[in-house]
């Protein structure tokens, strides 16, 4: 089993951000742990690249959805990297990724 790297794009950097500064707004602790958790799920992906369902915006294989809360992060894998696209809410709209 080999180990993938995870590289997160700038727009889902971004995306970290705007969670982060939205839930702090009234919860400092709940954003920190919130924007903790989203990294902390997303390196489960260095192992296991394929834990996440298939996107439904890109329906290829290589593009995949992971599920924290209500968060879809999208990302896609490409020969030893796993790409982190974006981090949404799942209350926004889906063609805002």
Known sequence: MSLEIIVWSSNANLDLINIYNYISKNFVFYARKTINNIIIKT????LFPYMGRVSLQY????YRELIYKSY???YKIESNKIHII???????KRDNF
């Open 43 to 46: 390196e489960h992906l260095s």
């Open 59 to 62: 329906s290829q294989e290589n």
């Open 72 to 74: 879809i992060i999208l």
């Open 86 to 92: 974006s981090v949404l809410h799942s209350a926004r």
